[in-house]
């Protein structure tokens, strides 16, 4: 594919950008901490299963923790975060719909419950100034919009 320059481009950081819903989270990981080494290590004396826990609830906030930058180009979307790229054309989406927090590019032809696993999830950045640009180019490249 050419090297060509994105036609939009943002960064979103949750961490940095909701500041509240950080520090919200940041609570429940006190608590869940705690209450799995509770469990986990006090009461069944199993320390592996509170390292495979903590893992576990760590690895599936990543995104939360870590900025992610969004290209979208003539023919393709780029989403990199600091150690994956993640490059798809649009042809190899089926459909797309706008969530509370952006836009999910789903495989499917209408919307799935596997969307979160085959699907590309497009987080807006903290301002969403380029939700309706966003919007009206998928259509063009996508087409069906749910």
Known sequence: MSNDEPLYSWTSFPLIDRPTKSILLFLII?????????????????PLFYVLGILIFFGSLTPYFVPTSYFFYEDRVIV??????IE???????????????????TFKQPRRLDAFRGQSIRFSKTASEKDDIIKFLQEKIGKQY
């Open 30 to 46: 006190i608590f869940v901490t705690y209450y799995l080494y509770q469990q986990a290590i006090v009461r069944w004396e199993q």
């Open 80 to 85: 990199k975060y600091p150690i994956i790229k």
């Open 88 to 106: 798809k054309a649009y042809k190899e989406y089926g459909c797309f719909y706008v969530d509370k927090m952006g836009i999910m590019l789903s």
